[in-house]
């Protein structure tokens, strides 16, 4: 007979001595100590930049040969990876096949909680070859715990395919991070209620993914400034906000942005590349088809 399950050693699974008291006090204080501890999630993940930089680096460089990149994760973790893949496409405009999020249980476990299928390392393999997964795709692979067989089976698949892998965990030298080529452990610390994972863990979790594929568009050239370049106008809201991006990025009167938006053939990067270099719209074109579409590179192109 196996011994029973016991993860109380986990830094996720601990007591927070900062909370034990928090069923006592009023609302107010309630709330400023778990303010408090939420401050806290930030600066774990400062701590692990170089390690988050070094992912979103493997993302560009995966997407940029044609690659995509996939989430996978059970619960709270597995949720956190769908919601950032589904905010992929309108965010930057890229097809909603480039950035792929996926959860132990399918997509009913978005709604409704489905623990038990988190156990099966083949179901966790099998859903991602499912997903139509290969060697030239980058799988991100999330778990609190950093233990979660679902999440171990699929990251032990793309590795046996020969694909990069990246395990972002919240508990230190977790078999997760062991087993990706880029580990991210933000230590976010034990959780104001005693193993929830959906708060410390949780903001942590977001923070990072935020930084994985914002920092990857921004490499791929999808950004400029902090501007969304990639806009499509293709509404009367996206039309406005395309006219704004210009007037911003070059100084333009609304009238003006209008009409370079209108003569580049509705392309944001290419009226941009019009006003400020005083370009014809096949010129704009070329520049940027010779910098891979980065419109600062285009801009600074020679003559």
Same mark, same amino acid.
């Given at each position: 007979?196996?011994?029973?399950?016991?993860?109380?050693?986990?830094?996720?699974?601990?007591?927070? #001595?900062?909370?034990?008291?928090?069923?006592?006090?009023?609302?107010?204080?309630?709330?400023?100590?778990?303010?408090?501890?939420?401050?806290?999630? /930030?600066?774990?993940?400062?701590?692990?930049? #170089?390690?988050?930089?070094?992912?979103?680096?493997?993302?560009?460089?995966?997407?940029?040969?044609?690659?995509?990149?996939?989430?996978?994760?059970?619960?709270?973790? $597995?949720?956190?990876? *769908?919601?950032?893949?589904?905010?992929?496409?309108?965010?930057?405009?890229? #097809?909603?096949?480039?950035?792929?999020?996926?959860?132990?249980?399918?997509?009913?476990?978005?709604?409704?909680?489905?623990?038990?299928?988190?156990?099966?390392?083949?179901?966790?393999?099998?859903?991602?070859?499912?997903?139509?997964?290969?060697?030239?795709?980058?799988?991100?692979?999330?778990?609190?715990?950093?233990?979660?067989?679902? *999440?171990?089976?699929?990251?032990?698949?793309?590795?046996?395919?020969?694909?990069?892998?990246?395990?972002?965990?919240?508990?230190?030298?977790?078999?997760?991070?062991?087993?990706?080529?880029?580990?991210?452990?933000?230590?976010?610390?034990?959780?104001?209620?005693?193993?929830?994972?959906?708060?410390?863990?949780?903001?942590?979790?977001?923070?990072?993914?935020?930084?994985?594929?914002?920092?990857?568009?921004?490499?791929?050239?999808?950004?400029?400034?902090?501007?969304?370049?990639?806009?499509? #106008?293709?509404?009367?809201?996206?039309?406005?906000?395309?006219?704004?991006?210009?007037?911003?990025?070059?100084?333009?009167?609304?009238?003006?942005?209008?009409?370079?938006?209108? /003569?580049? $053939?509705?392309?944001?990067?290419? /009226?941009?590349?019009?006003?400020?270099?005083?370009?014809?719209?096949?010129?704009?074109?070329?520049?940027?088809?010779?910098?891979?579409?980065? *419109?600062?590179?285009?801009? /600074?192109?020679?003559?």
């Amino acid at each position: 007979m196996s011994s029973p399950l016991d993860l109380g050693h986990l830094l996720t699974e601990q007591r927070n #001595p900062a909370t034990t008291e928090i069923d006592s006090l009023s609302t107010l204080d309630m709330c400023r100590v778990i303010n408090e501890q939420d401050q806290q999630v /930030a600066t774990a993940v400062a701590r692990v930049l #170089p390690q988050i930089a070094a992912a979103v680096d493997a993302i560009a460089e995966t997407l940029a040969a044609g690659g995509r990149l996939f989430y996978t994760g059970a619960g709270t973790s $597995g949720r956190l990876g *769908v919601l950032d893949a589904s905010e992929c496409p309108p965010t930057f405009n890229v #097809p909603p096949g480039l950035v792929i999020g996926f959860i132990a249980g399918g997509d009913a476990a978005l709604r409704r909680s489905s623990e038990a299928t988190e156990d099966s390392p083949e179901a966790g393999a099998r859903d991602l070859l499912a997903h139509g997964f290969s060697r030239n795709d980058i799988l991100c692979g999330i778990a609190a715990s950093g233990r979660t067989p679902y *999440v171990l089976g699929a990251i032990a698949e793309a590795n046996r395919l020969g694909a990069p892998t990246i395990g972002l965990a919240c508990s230190p030298n977790s078999p997760l991070a062991q087993a990706a080529r880029y580990p991210i452990e933000p230590l976010s610390g034990p959780e104001v209620l005693t193993g929830s994972t959906r708060l410390r863990a949780g903001t942590a979790t977001k923070l990072v993914l935020n930084m994985l594929t914002t920092g990857a568009m921004i490499r791929l050239g999808y950004v400029y400034s902090n501007l969304m370049i990639n806009v499509q #106008p293709t509404n009367a809201k996206l039309v406005d906000r395309a006219q704004r991006i210009l007037m911003a990025a070059a100084n333009l009167s609304r009238e003006d942005a209008a009409r370079y938006l209108e /003569a580049s $053939g509705r392309s944001v990067r290419t /009226a941009l590349v019009m006003a400020v270099r005083s370009a014809t719209r096949e010129q704009a074109e070329a520049l940027l088809a010779a910098t891979g579409g980065h *419109v600062r590179k285009a801009l /600074a192109l020679q003559e």
